[in-house]
């Protein structure tokens, strides 16, 4: 087996267990949520299968909405970013990213944190609007998705450099 695949499956199972057993027990006066499940997106290799993302996206959401009890707002949330991922990535990386040389867990710099925070920005604000699916929430569905992405993406970049390789 491919060591790329194990890693993608090892780090889906253990990005999703975290998320179910911790985070999402955790809610901070209503408005703060993390969801560092993201980061299995978010990682899944740049020359990676594209349909092999979609599909799991959809199974990552869908298995955390089963838990949840969210009735599909993760899955089309985790849909939409999967989608959108390319698009996001050539934005923030140009040329870099047409030549498949990104590796986002290396030094943070300026076009990585601008891809995480698009990428769990745009999640955030899919996953509340769903959530609130009411036009006279707007507010609230704003401030929960600021809140939460600063949140979000404060444990993502922690996790990342934890779980970083080292150069030797």
């Excluded at 299995?40 to 299968?49: A, K, T």
């Excluded at 040389?101 to 601008?114: C, G």
């Excluded at 507010?139 to 970083?164: D, G, M, N, P, Q």
């Amino acid at each position: 087996m491919n060591s790329t695949l194990i890693v993608n499956v090892f780090r889906f199972i253990l990005l999703l267990a975290i998320q179910v057993v911790v985070f999402n027990n955790m809610n901070f006066y209503g408005y703060v949520s993390t969801f560092p499940y993201i980061l299995y997106i978010i990682l899944f290799p740049v020359n990676g299968n594209k349909t092999a993302l979609v599909v799991s996206s959809f199974l990552l959401g869908l298995v955390l909405d089963m838990f949840s009890n969210s009735g599909g707002v993760h899955a089309t949330a985790c849909l939409i970013l999967a989608y959108f991922r390319p698009y996001i990535f050539k934005f923030s990386f140009g040329l870099s990213y047409e030549y498949q040389t990104v590796k986002l867990n290396d030094i943070l710099t300026p076009e990585r944190f601008s891809f995480l925070l698009i990428a769990t920005l745009l999640h955030h604000l899919v996953l509340f609007t769903l959530e609130a699916f009411e036009f006279s929430f707007i507010l609230e569905v704003l401030l929960r998705t600021l809140l939460s992405t600063a949140f979000t993406l404060l444990l993502s970049i922690t996790i990342i450099y934890l779980i970083k390789p080292n150069k030797r």
